[in-house]
């Protein structure tokens, strides 16, 4: 495996249900994020992990629980969500948090909130 | 609040030069200036990122005047795979994406 992938690519739930998202990357990196995009709205920045721990969270509800055990995994745990909850989450890996790194992303995981 | 300002939407041809400008006139000192391609369902992918001047690798071009407010996205000689979303992001510690220019490439 190459690059950064997600598991898994589609996912229903329903709003009482608990899952989680996957991320896994094989470049090396030391910061990870997850990232929303609903439906012709902007990538929305939900957190930040560099070398583990979490450097930003931008105001996301509690019911997305992140968690990164090491600098090649990050996952985003999921519970009673809402439709509205909906969309594709992305995530994405980079050398370092400085300026000059460019972001690598993964082909996301599809949520539907029945 | 967003960043930088893009135009849409843009249509093309097969063949000839794309050029997307971005404006971002409240760039930092820090700021670099990069652009994504998304296609649907798919995670944004890295083109090109500068600081100022011109930068060029295999797939694009990127003109940043001296006052660095805006920026331009060269892709030369596009075809139907090219059509996609495109985005400028100004970086700092901030990540802040902009709604990107819809490009369309027409036969």
């Known amino acids: 495996e190459t690059g950064v992938t997600q598991t898994p690519r589609h996912l229903v739930m329903g709003m009482t249900n608990k899952k989680s998202l996957k991320c896994e990357q094989h470049?090396?990196?030391?910061?990870m994020y997850w990232y929303k995009q609903s439906a012709k709205k902007p990538l929305e920045l939900m957190f930040v992990?560099?070398?583990?721990?979490?450097?930003e969270n931008n105001s996301v509800p509690s019911r997305f629980s992140p968690e990164c055990p090491n600098s090649s995994h990050l996952f985003l745990h999921l519970h009673t969500l809402q439709p509205e909850d909906s969309a594709l989450y992305l995530c994405?890996?980079?050398?370092?948090?400085?300026?000059?790194?460019?972001?690598?992303f993964g082909p996301g995981t599809r949520l539907t909130v029945t | 609040l967003a960043k930088t300002t893009q135009p849409i939407s843009m249509d093309s041809y097969e063949g000839q030069e794309v050029n997307i400008t971005c404006s971002h006139n409240?760039?930092?000192?820090?700021?670099?200036i990069t652009w994504y391609q998304q296609f649907p369902s798919q995670g944004p992918r890295f083109i090109i990122q500068?600081?100022?001047?011109?930068v060029t690798n295999e797939v694009a071009s990127l003109f940043i005047p001296a006052d660095r407010k805006s920026s331009t996205l060269s892709l030369p000689r596009v075809s139907l795979s090219d059509t996609a979303v495109y985005y400028c992001?100004?970086?700092?510690?901030?990540?802040?994406w902009g709604a990107g220019t819809k490009l369309i490439i027409k036969p």
């Open positions: 500068g600081y100022k001047t011109k």
């Open positions: 470049l090396g990196h030391n910061a």
């Open positions: 992990y560099s070398l583990e721990e979490r450097v």
């Open positions: 409240n760039i930092a000192t820090n700021d670099y």
């Open positions: 992001l100004v970086k700092n510690y901030q990540l802040i």
């Open positions: 994405a890996s980079s050398q370092g948090l400085a300026e000059r790194y460019e972001q690598y």
